[in-house]
Protein backbone atom coordinates (compact mmCIF):
# COMPACT_ATOMS: atom_id res chain seq x y z
CA UNK A 1 0.00 0.00 0.00
CA UNK A 2 3.02 2.26 0.86
CA UNK A 3 4.50 1.56 -2.66
CA UNK A 4 0.78 2.53 -4.54
CA UNK A 5 0.79 5.70 -2.43
CA UNK A 6 4.51 6.81 -3.14
CA UNK A 7 4.25 5.77 -7.04
CA UNK A 8 0.71 8.23 -7.19
CA UNK A 9 2.41 11.15 -5.33
CA UNK A 10 5.42 10.88 -8.09
CA UNK A 11 3.19 10.80 -10.97
CA UNK A 12 1.57 13.69 -9.36
CA UNK A 13 4.72 15.34 -8.63
CA UNK A 14 6.24 14.41 -12.27
CA UNK A 15 2.64 16.01 -13.62
CA UNK A 16 3.42 19.41 -11.52
CA UNK A 17 6.28 19.80 -12.92
CA UNK A 18 5.41 19.56 -16.46
CA UNK A 19 2.89 21.96 -15.41
CA UNK A 20 5.58 24.25 -14.05
CA UNK A 21 7.60 24.12 -17.16
CA UNK A 22 5.06 25.22 -19.66
CA UNK A 23 3.98 28.05 -17.42
CA UNK A 24 7.74 28.47 -17.68
CA UNK A 25 7.51 28.74 -21.10
CA UNK A 26 4.47 30.80 -21.86
CA UNK A 27 6.15 33.95 -19.27
CA UNK A 28 8.91 33.89 -21.84
CA UNK A 29 6.99 33.78 -24.53
CA UNK A 30 5.26 36.81 -22.89
CA UNK A 31 8.23 38.40 -21.83
CA UNK A 32 9.67 37.91 -25.66
CA UNK A 33 6.05 39.78 -26.79
CA UNK A 34 6.27 42.31 -24.32
CA UNK A 35 9.99 43.27 -25.38
CA UNK A 36 8.33 43.22 -29.47
CA UNK A 37 6.05 45.41 -28.46
CA UNK A 38 8.46 47.63 -26.25
CA UNK A 39 10.45 47.96 -29.79
CA UNK A 40 7.59 49.13 -31.88
CA UNK A 41 6.68 51.49 -29.47
CA UNK A 42 9.81 53.18 -29.78
CA UNK A 43 9.86 52.75 -33.50
CA UNK A 44 6.25 54.69 -33.42
CA UNK A 45 7.32 57.09 -31.16
CA UNK A 46 10.54 58.08 -33.13
CA UNK A 47 8.08 57.85 -36.07
CA UNK A 48 5.66 60.57 -34.38
CA UNK A 49 8.97 62.57 -33.49
CA UNK A 50 10.10 62.58 -36.90
CA UNK A 51 6.62 63.47 -38.17
CA UNK A 52 6.76 66.89 -35.96
CA UNK A 53 9.68 67.94 -36.38
CA UNK A 54 9.02 68.11 -40.14
CA UNK A 55 5.48 69.59 -39.63
CA UNK A 56 7.41 72.21 -37.32
CA UNK A 57 10.01 72.62 -40.30
CA UNK A 58 6.81 73.01 -42.68
CA UNK A 59 5.15 75.74 -40.54
CA UNK A 60 8.47 77.63 -40.09
CA UNK A 61 8.88 77.90 -44.22
CA UNK A 62 4.90 78.56 -44.36
CA UNK A 63 4.87 81.08 -41.98
CA UNK A 64 8.05 83.39 -43.50
CA UNK A 65 6.29 82.27 -47.36
CA UNK A 66 2.81 84.15 -45.59
CA UNK A 67 5.23 87.20 -44.12
CA UNK A 68 6.49 87.66 -47.93
CA UNK A 69 2.89 87.94 -49.62
CA UNK A 70 1.87 89.80 -46.94
CA UNK A 71 4.40 92.50 -47.78
CA UNK A 72 4.31 92.30 -51.56
CA UNK A 73 0.47 92.47 -50.72
CA UNK A 74 1.19 95.74 -49.39
CA UNK A 75 3.53 97.04 -51.55
CA UNK A 76 0.92 96.55 -54.16
CA UNK A 77 -1.54 98.43 -52.42
CA UNK A 78 0.79 101.35 -51.71
CA UNK A 79 1.73 101.36 -55.79
CA UNK A 80 -1.93 102.35 -56.23
CA UNK A 81 -1.83 105.40 -54.42
CA UNK A 82 1.41 106.62 -55.98
CA UNK A 83 1.71 108.51 -58.68
CA UNK A 84 2.36 106.89 -61.40
CA UNK A 85 5.21 108.46 -64.23
Given at each position: ??????????E???????????????????????????????????D????H?????????????????????F???????????
Open positions: MAEVASELMFLLKRVHADIADIKLGQRELKAEMNAMRGTMVAVHQIYNITTLARHETRLDRIEDRLELREQEAQIRFEPQP
